[in-house]
C-alpha cells in the first residue's frame, strides 16, 4: 500500500459514517483493515479503492465490519447485570412489557445475557424485549446464528449454560426462551431513526463503546442516549467511560462496579413527589462543551478529594484506614468523579505507599481523560505489584487494541482468559 495516500479520508469517512475516532483506535487498525479489503477486493491501489468505496454502500459495510474487532462474552462484568435486575425490581409500574437496548450488542453475549439474568431472577416469560443493535452485519449474522464455543463462556461460574443452552455442532446454542426475547438490527447510536416512533428504554447497556470516539461524539451519543431512555430508565457504560455520563445530565446510581447512571432529575426526585414539584434537567447543551473540549482538563489540577465524614477513626489501624481510602476511591469511580478519583489515588500513594487497586483507579482516570501513555503506565505499575490484577489487565488489553497493537492485546487476552478461568471470576 502506498504509504503517501490519502489515509485520512477513509479516516473521515469512518468518522461520519460510525463515529470511530482514528486517535483511539490507532491508524495501524485502519491500514490493516484497509488491506484486508483492497486485497478481497482485488485493488492494489488505495485511490482506486477510495472510488469503489464512495460509490459502493456494500463495500462501505464491509470496511466497516473490517474495523469492528467484537470481545465480549456472556455475562462479562455480572455486576452490570445484578444493577439492571435491583433497577427494574425497584422501578417497574404496571404491567407492560419492559424494554431494554444492549447497543453495541456485537456478536449477540450480552443481550442473550440480559435476556438470562431477567429470566432468573423471576421476571416472566414474555414481560421483555430486548433490542440488540450493532453496526457490523457480521456481527449480527453470528448473533442471530447463535452458536457459540468456548470463548463465550469464561471463568467457572457457567452453570447458566446447563440452564439455557443445548449443545450443537460447533458449539452450544441459547434455547428458544432465551433468543425470542431478543431482536437483532443494524443501527448506530448516532443515527437519529436508531429509536424513532417507540417508547423508551427501561435500560440501555452502552458499554465500552464511547472510548472509541473523539469527545465531540462522545457527547452526541450521550445525548442520543439520553433521549432514548425513559424518565427513570437506567444506562450502564464501561469503567473507563464512567466520568462522561454526569457531564451530559446523568448522576451515578452507585451500584458498586456496575457503572450505572440515572437522568439526574430522576435520581434528585423522589417517586411520590407530584411532577408540579418536580426540578427541571440540566439542560444538555450547557453541560456538552465539557465533553466537546479536547484535550480534557488536565489531571494534574483536579479538584480537591473532600469527604462529609472521615472514612475511619484516627486510632483505626493503617490497614482499616487504607482499605476505606480505597473503598472511597471506588465510590467516586462508581459515581464518575474521576478527578476525585485521581487526587483521591495521589493521596492514598503518598500516605500508604504503593498500591495495585490505587494505581489502577489512577490509570482508570487517565484512561478516561484519554491520557493514554499515563493510563498504561499507570496499569502496569499494577501488574507489577499483583500480577493477576484483573481489571488492569482487562483496561490494559482495551487500551493495546486501541492504540493497534494487537499482538499485545492478544497476548492479555490471553493471560486474562487463563487467570479468569483458573480463579472462576
Not at 323 to 336: F, N, P, V
Request: net charge positive.
Amino acid at each position: 500500500m502506498d504509504e503517501t495516500a490519502p489515509i485520512r479520508d477513509f479516516e473521515k469517512l469512518l468518522r461520519e459514517t460510525i463515529g470511530l475516532s482514528m486517535e483511539t483506535v490507532g491508524a495501524s487498525v485502519i491500514r490493516h483493515a484497509l488491506k484486508r479489503r483492497m486485497t478481497a477486493c482485488a485493488i492494489p491501489d488505495l485511490h482506486a479503492y477510495w472510488a469503489f468505496v464512495t460509490e459502493s454502500p456494500a463495500e462501505r459495510q464491509e470496511l466497516v465490519d473490517a474495523v469492528i474487532v467484537p470481545e465480549t462474552w456472556f455475562f462479562r462484568d455480572r455486576e452490570a447485570f445484578g444493577a439492571m435486575v435491583r433497577h427494574l425490581r425497584e422501578h417497574r409500574t404496571g404491567n407492560r412489557p419492559l424494554r431494554l437496548l444492549s447497543l453495541p450488542c456485537s456478536t449477540g453475549e450480552e443481550p442473550y445475557s440480559i435476556a438470562m439474568a431477567l429470566l432468573d431472577a423471576g421476571f416472566p416469560d414474555g414481560s421483555f424485549q430486548i433490542d440488540a443493535i450493532d453496526i457490523s452485519t457480521r456481527n449480527l449474522v453470528h448473533a442471530e446464528r447463535a452458536i457459540y464455543g468456548k470463548n463465550s463462556f469464561r471463568g467457572t461460574d457457567i452453570a447458566f449454560r446447563d440452564r439455557y443452552f443445548e449443545a450443537c455442532d460447533g458449539g452450544f446454542r441459547p434455547h428458544d426462551i432465551v433468543r425470542r426475547h431478543v431482536r437483532f438490527r443494524l443501527g448506530n447510536v448516532l443515527a437519529t431513526a436508531t429509536n424513532a416512533g417507540q417508547e423508551a428504554y427501561d435500560v440501555a447497556f452502552c458499554r465500552n463503546l464511547l472510548i472509541y470516539f473523539d469527545r465531540e461524539t462522545q457527547g452526541a451519543a450521550l445525548i442520543r442516549l439520553r433521549q432514548m431512555l425513559a424518565d427513570d430508565g437506567l444506562l450502564l457504560v464501561g469503567p473507563a467511560e464512567s466520568g462522561l455520563p454526569p457531564l451530559l445530565g446523568f448522576a451515578s446510581v452507585r451500584f458498586p462496579r456496575a457503572f450505572a447512571f440515572v437522568k439526574a432529575q430522576a435520581a434528585r426526585v423522589k417517586p411520590a413527589e407530584p411532577p408540579a414539584a418536580r426540578k427541571p434537567p440540566p439542560a444538555p447543551a450547557k453541560a456538552a462543551p465539557s465533553l466537546q473540549a479536547k484535550p480534557a482538563a488536565p489531571l494534574s489540577t483536579p479538584r480537591p478529594f473532600t469527604q462529609k465524614a472521615p472514612l475511619a477513626a484516627p486510632s483505626a489501624p493503617a490497614s482499616d484506614r487504607a482499605a476505606a481510602s480505597l473503598a472511597g476511591i471506588e465510590r467516586a469511580a462508581d459515581a464518575g468523579r474521576l478527578a476525585e478519583v485521581s487526587a483521591a489515588a495521589e493521596r492514598h500513594i503518598a500516605e500508604f505507599g504503593p498500591s495495585p487497586d490505587a494505581f489502577y483507579w489512577l490509570g482508570l482516570a487517565h484512561d478516561a481523560a484519554d491520557a493514554m501513555e499515563d493510563a498504561m503506565r499507570n496499569y502496569r505499575k499494577a501488574l507489577y505489584l499483583a500480577p493477576d490484577h484483573q481489571r488492569a489487565l482487562a483496561q490494559l488489553r482495551l487500551l493495546q487494541q486501541r492504540r493497534g497493537d494487537h499482538s499485545g492485546a492478544k497476548a492479555l487476552a490471553d493471560r486474562l482468559d487463563r487467570l479468569t478461568k483458573r480463579s472462576g471470576t
